[in-house]
């Protein structure tokens, strides 16, 4: 199975060590809300596009791709390497593409504001990272 990645035009591509672990998480929001008129009618207002959040669950992530490199105090990931951490800060807001493991490529970006990972005695991490595709 290949491996998961992220790419984007002018960026180096951070290509995962370990895939997301499986069975993963999605969720649909179509986009519309649902009111109801005073006369009990049902009325849909669009509100957004339809889009897809995927939840990628990582387990055993190595310190190399959650941050491997960057420099915390200049804002700044070392030449030639690429980590999550980088990829959140630089790409926030802003749409690139998620390789899954299986060979499917989506037009992606993060869908959450922050993010959490748990620091494990082994040196790895461990945590959930949301994205946001947009289907409709």
Not at 83 to 93: D, E, K, P, R, Y
Not at 101 to 115: A, C, D, I, R, W
Request: aromatic content about 14%; glycine content about 12%; some cysteine.
């Amino acid at each position: 199975m290949p491996g998961a990645s992220f790419t984007a035009v002018g960026l180096t591509p951070l290509n995962f060590s370990v895939n997301p672990c499986y069975p993963g998480k999605v969720t649909l929001d179509a986009g519309f809300i649902n009111l109801k008129s005073e006369g009990g009618e049902d009325i849909f207002i669009r509100k957004a596009d339809s889009s897809m959040l995927i939840a990628l669950s990582f387990s055993g992530l190595p310190a190399s791709d959650f941050d491997g490199g960057f420099d915390y105090a200049a804002g700044a990931q070392a030449a030639g390497s690429q980590s999550l951490v980088n990829w959140f800060i630089s790409q926030a807001g802003k749409t690139f593409t998620y390789e899954d493991p299986f060979g499917n490529s989506h037009s992606v970006m993060f869908g959450q504001e922050k993010l959490e990972f748990s620091f494990t005695e082994d040196g790895a991490y461990d945590g959930v990272l949301l994205l946001k595709e947009i289907i409709g």
